[in-house]
């Protein structure tokens, strides 16, 4: 079970993007997502598209995959060049699932090198895979170096068995100071990816988790609230009463003693579930999407966004591989954003980074609002009230949240684009 | 012959034509679901004036709503031919109302006739509301015929309830005619004896014409019909008539009788039972009880028993969307023509927004109201928790009319009058200590109890009409596993130590939870609503206190925990689309909140709130309960 792709308006059959992508296309980076579809475990809480051997049957193999996503790669630098839009180097790729690693990495290494022979790389080009603790060896890291990776995010989720346990995640945790070690031997940048809030976890588990990752001395940490989603595994455990349901105030205060302890390791947030020892080690691929800039997702059920378009494509890994075999774009539906949804995006994903976003850039309505916000305690006062530099008049007042105003980001969005 | 009469015998009771003495005016007294309806199409069947194939179950129950329920809100008049012997006779069988929200209109039925039948379900035995029209009947001096219905069913025991009905009207339990309208049987022998037993109506033919009005009816077509008994004299076609209450004079456009369709006549004559249509388009014009006569030869007195209706429960209405309200305004003018006694005034709640206070006769009236305006106007309503009237009096020694809680006086206050209500409970005895416990509570008095039967029993009490306005006729069913069954009737009012309790969010009153209850009761009203709120209303960013206050002493408190997360921490692989859309929702939802304070409630807490099991009572229960049995 995967999620359910948005309601959207009908993708043409080649792709083909409307002339209202090019404007600004200079302006924004370009990046590439690559989707791996493939798990050897289906774990009960995710509802990500991904699916093990026994669950795909023939037709769509882990061992075709790569070429198959090569033929969209293909597709894209052809739609691409149809659509007039600037040839931009790949500044990211992220390449994400599922769990990425369990193809080898020579196909891994292929799929870059598609991305690479389309696009050409920026010369600071960011490269990361996630990864599972347990399928990774010192070797396969360093293969992955060779290759062109710069990044590594391991889902390590827990330090805790019976956390591990409630997640079916099945790695070691006592693995992932070797992981870290071993990446970063490789000359990899290392993320460590954490949940919180899963049932039965305490609050001392869940310090337990952060401190373990800590100690590996890690540069990069994301901490996600576990959110149990309708048709998964864990709903029913839930809806049964064999799981109790995740608790906000729970998750409130897990959040809190997260960014407490990153925050003394000298990791600061720089974007609300996302926190880096310096805006070096802030993951680029991720901002580029809280900064609306273009990227192409490549693979099943992939979301793509290029100058207000934004396309997902078919989900099931056999349809995607048909549609591509006929030559035939894979994108399911797609929208154009502008206008109220645009204004929308913007302030959605702007009050969720650090650098946060213009007040001048909101409407009045919207600007009237800002000074309840900051008595509320939601967002920063000093940040709202900054001038452009120093002794002058041009107000450079920007929209950051403090810590309530994180937790409650979409309560804060809501005000503002009331 | 055949009880249907040949058309030499036919000739003699034409319409406008008929001998008083070959006319029959009767109508039948029922509970609801006792199967009058079934009664009614069976007679239609057996006179011919309906044939099987044409036949739709329960014909004279026009409205949807009346079909669905199986209930009759308006009554209608159907004229049947019925041959007995040789001679052959007009029967006018006059549909009632089966509910105590309509007393008046069943009065003014019963008095457009000279007998009733009786009709009780053989399973059940009578009850209250039944027993209440019956002595209403019995007050008009109407001759009864008893009658038990449904005997094909295996759980009917007629001989049990013959007794009983022998007990209450006297005779001889060997009297009770056993019928059922599902099968036919004992039907014909019924109407037979409608003709032995019902007196023909007299009047004086030479007269200037006198005619009740028991029935009002608006025809998006015609107009409003009105039904009429004639008593004296006679109507013409294209005649002037006059309304004597109003002296408003109406130019007669069409007179007819129903059989069971309009049929226009040459007239009405004594003792006759038929239609009006003179144009009018408003039932106001044309009032249930009021007398007709000719315009150019009045009647010098009109004839008795003609009072204004008056509404005895309150509740606020207002459209959920607030856009709407100039449709509920439409709306409510439009119901207002079929419905003489629904009247409603402009209110505006700082919680709800703008809508009507609208008084009503019951609370049936008020939920058959309510749901007209949902189902044919197509509107979403929220509504009050119904209320009475109060008069309280004040130290300067005038007294106001209280009809919404939120305008009861602050300050120091003398006496606070209350309406009271004779209730009377029929159920069987194993519950009498239950109704007891109920009444007591409900601060009733009880004034009498009789044994109708070996084990059932019937209940009299003096109760505040408020308390039955509130839950009382869902505590009466649930205590009594369903079997008790409920009539009243207002008899004045008392005073009573009254207070009105406020609900407040973050210090501010919300106009629409303020109630008046008795000072004893008011704590526990405070604990249900704060804790009910605290349930429904979600959690804000900040704390909320709900508090329950008489004046500026706080009853009860309650505290929405304010919330600390409100953040979707990741986006799936960059599926922006999927949480704007999400965003987009919550932005929508919250323009239809409504802000107290600084407090995001929703609607929906608005509903569940005022909805029967909180703050008590809505008459829905009592029709749907009605319904369910």
């Known amino acids: ?418 | 012959m055949s009880p249907i009469p040949s058309a030499a015998a036919t000739s003699r009771i034409r319409p406008a034509a008929t001998a008083p003495e070959l006319l029959r005016n009767f109508c039948i007294i029922a509970h609801i679901d006792h199967g009058k309806s079934t009664l009614a199409d069976r007679m239609l069947q057996l006179t011919g004036v309906v044939d099987a194939r044409a036949m739709r179950a329960q014909y004279l129950d026009r409205m949807d709503i009346e079909r669905e329920r199986g209930i009759t809100i308006k009554s209608q008049a159907v004229r049947m031919p019925w041959g007995v012997g040789d001679q052959a006779y007009a029967l006018n069988m006059i549909d009632t109302p089966g509910h105590v929200d309509f007393t008046y209109e069943v009065s003014r039925s019963l008095a457009a006739c000279e007998g009733a039948v009786l009709l009780v379900d053989a399973a059940q035995g009578i009850e209250a509301q039944t027993l209440a029209n019956l002595y209403l009947a019995l007050e008009n001096d109407l001759q009864i015929i008893p009658v038990l219905n449904k005997i094909d069913l295996p759980a009917a025991q007629p001989e049990k309830y013959a007794e009983e009905l022998a007990g209450l009207i006297g005779g001889d339990p060997a009297d009770c005619l056993k019928v059922s309208g599902k099968t036919g049987e004992g039907v014909e022998a019924l109407l037979d004896r409608i003709v032995e037993l019902v007196p023909a109506p007299v009047g004086d033919a030479d007269k200037p014409a006198r005619a009740m009005i028991f029935d009002s009816v608006y025809d998006t077509y015609r107009g409003v019909v009105t039904y009429v008994r004639v008593v004296d004299g006679n109507l013409n076609p294209r005649e002037r008539i006059a309304m004597m209450s109003t002296k408003a004079t109406h130019e007669l456009l069409e007179i007819g009788v129903i059989s069971p369709e309009p049929v226009p006549t040459q007239g009405l004559g004594v003792g006759e039972v038929g239609y009006l249509i003179t144009g009018v388009k408003d039932v106001r014009q044309s009032k249930v009880g009021d007398t007709v006569t000719n315009a150019s030869k009045p009647a010098g007195e009109a004839l008795g028993g003609y009072s204004d209706p008056k509404p005895m429960v309150f509740s606020g209405l207002y459209p959920i969307d607030g856009s709407d309200y100039p449709a509920l305004r439409d709306a409510l003018d439009k119901l207002k023509l079929n419905d003489a006694a629904l009247n409603y005034e402009p209110e505006t709640s700082v919680a709800l927004g703008f809508g009507f206070r609208v008084g009503f006769l019951g609370l049936l009236h008020l939920e058959i109201v309510r749901e007209r305006l949902e189902r044919e106007f197509d509107l979403d309503l929220i509504s009050t928790a119904p209320n009475v009237v109060y008069d309280v009096d004040l130290e300067d020694r005038t007294t106001v009319r209280v009809t919404n809680p939120s305008e009861f006086p602050g300050g120091k206050i003398g006496a606070v009058h209350e309406p009271i209500v004779k209730a009377t409970i029929l159920a069987p005895s194993e519950f009498i200590g239950a109704i007891m416990e109920l009444c007591q509570g409900k601060r009733g008095d009880l004034q009498g109890m009789d044994y109708l039967s070996e084990d059932r029993v019937e209940m009299r009490y003096i109760l505040p009409m408020a308390e039955i306005v509130f839950d009382f006729f869902d505590q009466l069913k649930s205590r009594t596993r369903g079997y008790a069954s409920l009539d009243y009737e207002p008899i004045g009012e008392q005073t009573a130590d009254l207070v009105k309790v406020d609900i407040l969010l973050q210090g501010e009153t919300v106009d629409a939870f303020s109630a008046i209850v008795h000072k004893d009761k008011a704590y526990a009203y405070g604990v249900m609503m704060a804790t009910k709120l605290k349930d429904l209303i979600p959690r804000q960013q900040f704390e909320v206190p709900i508090q329950a206050a008489i004046g500026s002493r706080i009853i009860a408190r309650e505290t929405i925990r304010a919330i600390r997360k409100d953040v979707l921490a990741k986006c799936y692989g960059g599926d922006i689309t999927r949480k704007r859309k999400l965003l987009e929702k919550q932005k929508e939802g919250k323009k239809r909140m409504k802000t107290i304070g600084r407090v995001d409630v929703p609607q929906e807490a608005f509903i569940a709130a005022l909805s029967s099991d909180a703050a008590g009572s809505s008459g829905g229960k009592d029709a749907k309960d009605a319904k369910k049995k």
């Open chain 1, 1 to 418: 079970m995967a999620p359910a792709l948005p309601d959207g308006d009908a993708a043409p059959d080649d792709g083909a993007l409307p002339a209202s992508v090019l404007a600004g296309a200079e302006r924004r980076a370009f990046g590439v997502y690559l989707h791996v579809p493939f798990c050897t475990v289906r774990c009960g809480y995710c509802d990500f598209n991904t699916y093990t051997a026994t669950e795909l049957g023939g037709g769509a193999s882990q061992s075709s995959y790569a070429s198959t996503a090569l033929a969209e790669i293909d597709l894209a630098g052809r739609v691409l060049a149809a659509a007039g839009l600037p040839a931009r180097p790949v500044s990211t790729v992220f390449v994400g699932g599922g769990t990425p690693t369990v193809l080898p990495v020579d196909d891994l290494a292929r799929l870059l090198g598609g991305v690479r022979d389309t696009w050409g790389l920026a010369l600071d080009v960011e490269v990361t895979t996630e990864a599972n603790p347990d399928s990774v060896t010192p070797e396969s890291l360093a293969a992955l170096a060779a290759a062109g990776f710069t990044r590594v995010s391991f889902g390590m989720q827990s330090a805790v068995p019976h956390v591990l346990a409630t997640l079916d995640r099945t790695h070691d945790p006592r693995r992932i100071p070797d992981v870290v070690r071993w990446a970063r031997d490789a000359g990899l940048a290392v993320s460590l990816d954490l949940i919180y809030g899963t049932p039965g976890e305490s609050l001392d588990d869940w310090r337990a988790s952060v401190e373990t990752a800590l100690a590996t001395g890690v540069d990069h940490v994301s901490a996600y609230a576990l959110v149990v989603e309708e048709g998964t595994r864990m709903a029913v455990q839930v809806r049964r009463g064999d799981l109790p349901p995740t608790d906000p105030d729970d998750q409130a205060a897990k959040y809190e003693l997260a960014d407490d302890l990153l925050a003394a390791a000298g990791l600061g947030w720089y974007e609300v579930s996302n926190w880096a020892r310096t805006p070096a080690d802030a993951c680029r691929h991720n901002l580029a999407y809280w900064r609306g800039d273009d990227w192409w997702g490549i693979g099943p059920g992939a979301h793509s966004h290029v100058g207000g378009v934004r396309w997902w494509n078919v989900k099931q890994p056999r349809a995607y591989a048909d549609r591509l075999a006929r030559g035939v774009s894979p994108a399911a539906g797609r929208e154009t954003v502008d206008g109220e949804s645009a204004a929308l995006e913007r302030l959605m994903l702007g009050v969720r980074m650090a650098e946060g976003l213009p007040i001048a850039d909101l409407p009045a309505d919207a600007r009237r609002e800002v000074a309840g916000l900051v008595a509320d305690g939601l967002v920063d006062g000093r940040a709202a009230l900054a001038r452009a530099a120093a002794g002058s008049s041009t107000p450079g007042g920007r929209i950051v949240l403090t810590r309530r105003g994180r937790l409650l980001a979409d309560a804060v969005v809501r005000t503002l684009a009331a």
